[in-house]
């Protein structure tokens, strides 16, 4: 985290392990404890799509990858846009983007969520 | 309200018959929500020879009327529409599974005994908007952490579609004889949106919607409406000379965000829908002659027939392409041409799947036919964050 990145903020949980996004209690019910930043941390490319039919206000195409970091003996497993083209087992870096899509252009409320957050840029 | 034929009826031993169906012409369409609900709601009364004042309970199977059409309370329309008035009315919306649910309150209200006389009727409006715009309704069902990159569901199964080639070293081709087959099936369909069999090769070579899937691996946007009726089965003879049982029916969910599930190409609330559904009906895999599965993308299909146990993980790929669910294969699936081919209006496409095994396990599926007496369909919400399974049995 820095003053133009805010954290990457995955969950803690009461029995220690770690997900993304966060949810009041994990699925074994344990009851958040605290904050990973995920954006410390490198991940692996699980799989990825390239969308060329996107919704309104959404970059056209859109390169979409699960990924999974590996976190004190988690598994924390995230989706984003990717910066460039990736592949299946590559390794990237979160990077911040102030804007993902365009808030007014979609059916959802703009103010009921946050718009900005972290693409996936491979490693060199 | 009081049941109109409730004398005769035991609680104890009674299951629940679907004495009649109806589905209205799917693909695009001229008329909005009320029309086409009233459309299939009418003909499913026909086909019963009832009348909408026999309705207890009236259930609306409705995504988004609301956000696509600027129409919210249906079921009331609908109930006055048909005259149905002063019965019990609810709309079910569990997304793309809202058939499937709106089959479950179906079921239980007949088999609580709150009801006597159930009408289901399950509809979507869609083709008047843009394809974008249809997929970001659809895509609202994302939790905040996805909507915001532009994950849409066709996104979801091309993410999911390239996992499993990856870990099942599947060919890409096995995706699109799942198309090819479906659209085989859907020419002999006269209520399909796509009655054009298509070949592997325009499959294949059709533009990229979500890389590796292109656009023979996804449903249309769609009109249309279904609609089923349910009574006690010791009222079934009095609405119908044959009719077919719910012999099982149960739902479950999967995670909301699709990502935090421990495997991408498992379905867990198919596989835990399934295994109640078949433990309810005391039958297994085996026993199922004819399924309707929801391949709102092909890769769906092929996740579900390995998550129901029809094929072993991984497996499920070599069933289409060696042409073991085709419609003279040993489990046909998909015979109305699947959502792929007959089109998929969002709260109809659950109780659709339904119409065609009530029509198989009947024999009354026309050109469609295969031997069957029981049947399942299985439907799905999001990307499988919510399924119903239901089976059908032909009453002996």
């Not at chain 2, 309200?1 to 169906?21: F, I, L, Q």
Request: hydrophobic share 40%; charged share 20%.
């Amino acid at each position: 985290m820095t003053a133009d990145s805010p954290e990457f903020a995955a969950a803690e949980y009461a029995d220690g392990t770690v997900g993304y996004p966060p949810h009041p209690v994990n699925d074994d019910g344990a009851e958040r404890v605290g904050t990973v930043d995920l954006s410390e941390h490198t991940a692996q490319v699980v799989t990825w799509t390239e969308s060329t039919a996107t919704p309104p206000g959404v970059r056209e195409p859109n390169t979409l990858a699960i990924v999974a970091f590996e976190i004190g003996g988690n598994t924390v497993r995230a989706i984003g846009q990717t910066t460039d083209d990736v592949e299946i087992g590559q390794t990237v870096t979160p990077v911040y983007a102030a804007e993902l899509r365009d808030p007014e252009a979609g059916v959802r409320e703009p103010a009921s969520q946050e718009w900005d957050g972290f693409r996936f840029r491979p490693v060199e | 309200m009081v049941a109109a034929h409730s004398a005769g009826v035991d609680r104890n031993t009674d299951r629940v018959a679907v004495v009649a169906a109806s589905m209205t012409q799917f693909g695009e369409r001229d008329g909005w929500i009320r029309d086409l609900l009233a459309e299939a709601g009418q003909a499913c009364l026909a086909d019963a020879n009832a009348t909408a004042d026999e309705i207890d309970h009236l259930y609306v199977s409705n995504m988004a009327s609301g956000e696509f059409e600027g129409q919210t309370g249906v079921p009331n329309a609908l109930a006055h529409d048909l005259g149905a008035v002063p019965a019990y009315t609810a709309r079910i919306d569990q997304t793309s599974s809202s058939g499937g649910a709106g089959i479950y309150a179906a079921w239980q209200s007949v088999a609580s005994g709150a009801s006597d006389c159930t009408l289901l009727v399950g509809g979507e409006k869609m083709t008047h908007r843009s394809t974008a715009e249809a997929t970001d309704v659809i895509a609202s069902l994302t939790h905040p952490a996805e909507y915001k990159h532009g994950v849409t569901l066709p996104s979801f199964a091309g993410l999911t579609a390239r996992a499993y080639l990856d870990a099942y070293d599947a060919p890409r081709e096995s995706l699109g004889a799942v198309a090819v087959k479906n659209h085989e099936n859907g020419v002999d369909n006269p209520n399909a949106q796509f009655r054009e069999a298509v070949e592997l090769e325009t499959v294949l070579e059709s533009p990229i919607v979500a890389d590796p899937l292109r656009l023979y691996d996804f449903c249309p946007i769609t009109d249309g409406s279904a609609a089923l009726l349910f009574v006690p089965e010791s009222l079934a003879a009095s609405y119908a000379d044959e009719y077919a049982v719910v012999a099982g029916v149960a739902g479950a969910t999967d995670t909301h965000v699709v990502h935090e599930r421990p495997d991408p190409t498992t379905m867990g609330a198919v596989r835990d829908s399934g295994n109640a559904a078949f433990e309810m009906a005391d039958r297994e895999p085996a026993d199922v002659d004819v399924a309707e599965l929801h391949d709102m993308f092909t890769i769906l299909e092929l996740l579900q027939f390995e998550d129901l146990g029809f094929a072993q993980k991984g497996e499920g790929w070599r069933a289409a392409a060696d042409g073991r669910t085709a419609r003279d294969g040993e489990i046909p699936i998909n015979t109305s041409g699947g959502l792929k081919s007959k089109g998929h209006p969002l709260g109809a496409s659950g109780v659709a799947q339904a119409v065609e095994v009530y029509e198989q396990v009947l024999g009354e599926a026309g050109p469609r036919q295969v031997d069957a007496d029981v049947g399942l369909a299985c439907n799905v919400g999001g990307f499988g964050n919510c399924v119903t399974t239901t089976l059908l049995e032909v009453a002996e």
